[in-house]
């Protein structure tokens, strides 16, 4: 259910609800479409971030950041502010000039897919990032640098989600609140010290409490 929230709040079409409403900075975005919702500050970290071919990394990068720039009524970026902004962020994610220069996500490592995805999440700015297991498949050095990433964007005017199985991410990105998600329901929330209990004694109990 988790990677099933992740793609409701971000508006995936083959997904439907069917009762109930998610309401965003009191407004229902049900009906929104997925690019109206990321124009809304709302954005999505894939578990595995999908290769596509025949589009340029940085093409992409400005036609994203354009786009959200025209519904939030602000000026598009000129070419030589954009290309400093990209430079900028991605030498703090330790992105290589070459992969920019690549289609997106094309011969990537998983941990260049991660880290250019958290690349997109710096230069967007977004006020809801939803981070959908965003540890698969990273070693211990990509792991840092993506949570380094993620990090530097904390602020009191932005949420985070972390989807996540296992306590080594979080002793990166340190959670305020750690929520329980089992069939559809919360079943326990708490502070980091919850996602310590669950590292030392697993979900077993939890769940026969709520069972």
Do not use: W
Request: hydrophobic letters at 40%; one cysteine or more.
């Amino acid at each position: 259910g988790k990677s099933t929230l992740s793609y409701i709040l971000s508006g995936r079409e083959d997904y439907e609800v069917t009762e109930g409403d998610i309401l965003y900075n009191g407004e229902s975005i049900l009906e929104l479409d997925p690019a109206e919702r990321a124009a809304k500050g709302i954005f999505l970290a894939f578990q595995y971030p999908v290769e596509i071919p025949g589009v340029a990394t940085m093409q992409f990068l400005k036609v994203a950041m354009n786009e959200q720039r025209k519904a939030r009524g602000e000026a598009e970026l000129t070419t030589p502010d954009f290309i400093r902004r990209v430079k900028d962020a991605a030498e703090k994610l330790k992105i290589d000039q070459a992969m920019l220069r690549r289609p997106l996500n094309v011969g990537f490592s998983g941990g260049e897919k991660k880290r250019a995805e958290i690349l997109q999440m710096a230069l967007l700015e977004p006020k809801l990032c939803v981070l959908d297991e965003t540890d698969s498949g990273l070693d211990i050095d990509a792991l840092k640098i993506v949570a380094d990433g993620v990090n530097a964007l904390k602020s009191p005017d932005r949420a985070v989600i972390v989807i996540t199985h296992y306590q080594r991410l979080l002793d990166y990105i340190v959670p305020d609140s750690v929520h329980v998600l089992y069939k559809g329901q919360i079943i326990r929330s708490g502070d980091k010290a919850l996602a310590l209990e669950l590292e030392e004694n697993g979900y077993a109990d939890i769940i026969g409490e709520a069972a």
